[in-house]
């Protein structure tokens, strides 16, 4: 099983002990998304010494403030890695009122252009700017030949199709699980078979509330992806696996 999407750095897990867990759950493949160029050194770090474990290049909208040459330099080198699969998490973050929005749209164009440049497909944090993130891609979609996650996905039924035919693959998490995601659950529902992926967010939105999450949980997550899509477990599975191998390559 493979959750490709998940954080460690600076988040306060006690290894070796969680990477053993993981791997008992029968989770082989971990991807590290990182928010900072710290974040990608620490998680490069982590996956040199550790089999499974992969690793993504990239800076958060949230962190952009100072995004500038020496950060796109920082991050060059990074997605030269033989173990970097992608650039990211990368994009738009419009949730709080005071979001500098020119400051993060030019760091997510710059960030596009250094996975084009790489030869990298990109993972995408996509939260309350449906319009714009579609505006991006629109533009963007020749510099994005080697595809794009939009991870976490949570712009509903009315907007998937639109990011589907722009070439996106959607991943889910520990959101499916709650009683209250209709909106993620009809979304899941709704993925072509071969555009969906399962991630944890880790140690974000676990499957049990109240509880830090793992990449541990992803059996969890393919079970109610499973549940929703009317499909069996182990075919669920396969799949992921077989969508996450086309998108990511460098994934063994």
């Not at 959750?3 to 988040?11: G, L, P, Q, T, V």
């Not at 891609?137 to 998937?160: I, M, N, P, T, V």
């Not at 693959?169 to 209250?180: I, P, T």
């Not at 009809?186 to 109240?210: F, K, M, N, Q």
């Amino acid at each position: 099983m493979i959750d490709i999407h998940a954080h460690f750095a600076d988040e306060g897990y006690a290894f070796p002990a969680e990477w053993e867990k993981i791997r008992a759950a029968g989770v082989t493949t971990v991807v590290l998304a990182s928010d900072t160029v710290a974040h990608g050194r620490a998680h490069r770090a982590f996956a040199a010494d550790h089999v499974g474990a992969y690793f993504c290049a990239g800076v958060h909208p949230s962190e952009t403030a100072d995004f500038g040459e020496r950060e796109l330099d920082a991050l060059r080198e990074l997605c030269a890695d033989e173990k970097c699969v992608a650039v990211g998490e990368i994009g738009l973050d419009y949730h709080y009122p005071d979001t500098d929005k020119r400051k993060q749209r030019e760091a997510f164009h710059a960030q596009i252009t250094l996975a084009e440049e790489a030869g990298l497909p990109v993972q995408i944090h996509s939260r309350d700017c449906a319009a714009d993130m579609l505006a991006v891609l629109r533009e963007r979609k020749d510099s994005l030949s080697r595809g794009f996650l939009l991870h976490c996905y949570s712009h509903g039924r009315e907007a998937e199709d639109e990011f589907l035919s722009l070439g996106a693959y959607l991943s889910f998490g520990g959101v499916v699980c709650f009683k209250n995601a209709r909106k993620v659950v009809e979304s899941a529902a709704a993925c072509p078979t071969d555009r969906i992926l399962s991630e944890t967010d880790s140690p974000y939105l676990s499957p049990v509330r109240g509880e830090k999450n793992t990449p541990a949980n992803v059996p969890a997550v393919l079970r109610r992806l499973a549940e929703i899509r009317g499909s069996s477990f182990e075919s669920m599975k396969e799949r992921i696996r077989e969508n996450a191998l086309r998108l990511f390559p460098k994934l063994l």
